[in-house]
DNA sequence: ATACTTACTTACCGTTCGGTAAGTTTTGAA
DNA sequence: TTCAAAACTTACCGAACGGTAAGTAAGTAT
């Protein structure tokens, strides 16, 4: 259970995520939302001016998230292999709805306006893909790493967690560290120099 | 353009899956598939039951495709690595659209009733997954690959090519060749045994 | 006590949704 | 030439959609 003391912005946000995460952006009608948490639908419209903003605004707190961890990765970490080893950690030891963010972000995203997909596609740079490219860029230029295409680089790490971030590969339960360490090991083979 | 000869039947599937690759499940209407074909929307209730069996037919369609795509690699390979490199350049070569057809059936089979997904994931495992992880398993029993779990294996060689299942990295276009190289070089790199 | 703001609810809007019943045209076999 | 089956169209259904205008109860500042 979230926090009962929490303000109503916030568990829309938190109810809202849930629900999105299950039944897709078209999937879920704001009658959904605010019957789950037992208000009326004018009050979602309230705190956001509608289903699109809420959308992105969840999108935004989970980069948010991100961000800041990745700067601590980069913060703490000396090398470049260590970074990359504790991303993917971060990343697939977070709760399953946290990571399940990241899916729903990738693939409902097409489906918003122009205009807020573009907003979030700045953002989803930003806060998130660029940072990981500097990782992988500054673990290249040290020789740590093979010479690669950055960008097949970038996609190859994403997309080797990407699979986890559907509830077929968890339920509601962490991953186990094995496969954490197993994920991490072909990745890392995959790319660093020999 | 498709050949004009074809069975309404079949512009339907065609036309559904490209429209249904651009808005989701949820996001594209009746409506609007038989806008697009210039027929009337009970048209495509005379060859198709409802929303979701038009729907599945289209995966089942391209799960099938797939399922004669594995075995021909499988038979003509010899060894495990090459059946893995012919793997990924054979997903990777496809047109863009049917590339775009797993990532829609990876993300949008959780919206439909729980009958329809048990059908698909059933098909899913026996036509696409089963056979990949058939593939991995003989490596590694044969000592070309690495000792790992499979489960982790197979999934990340599906989702190292996950990300170009998605427009942004390709448009209409093919891959480049080197991308494909890359991509093949890191999985391969990651399970090889050394 | 009064005036104003915040945080909602009730009740409704026009539109679109998936789906169907009934009618109409086209086709092809006898 | 007849006639039934196949291949559709027209017209509609109830339900659900995103969104909003108007009202209201509870605080808060003066």
């Keep these: 259970m979230a926090n009962i003391a929490t303000g109503l912005n916030e568990q829309i946000l938190e109810t809202a995520k849930d629900l999105f995460i299950n039944k897709g952006y078209h999937g879920l009608s704001m009658r959904e939302i605010s019957d789950a948490l037992n208000v009326s639908k004018a009050a979602l419209y309230y705190y956001f ?18 961000s800041i961890a990745l700067e601590k990765i980069q913060a703490e970490s000396t090398s470049s292999k260590q970074q990359i080893q504790h991303f993917i950690r971060h990343v697939l030891t977070q709760p399953a709805k946290q990571r399940a963010t990241i899916r729903l972000a990738s693939q409902e995203i097409i489906h918003l306006t122009p205009k807020v997909r573009k907003t979030f596609d700045t953002l989803y740079r930003e806060k998130f893909i660029g940072k990981v490219q500097a990782i992988l860029q500054k673990g290249i230029d040290s020789g740590e790493f093979r010479k690669m295409q950055i960008e097949v680089a970038v996609w190859a790490l994403l997309g080797i967690m990407f699979p986890y971030f559907y509830p077929t590969h968890s339920g509601d339960s962490p991953l186990p560290d094995k496969t954490i360490q197993e994920v991490t090991d072909i990745y890392l083979n995959g790319i660093i120099k020999k």
């Design 49 to 66: 001016k509608d289903k699109e903003e809420l959308f992105l605004e969840i999108l935004k707190i989970y980069l948010e998230d991100m």
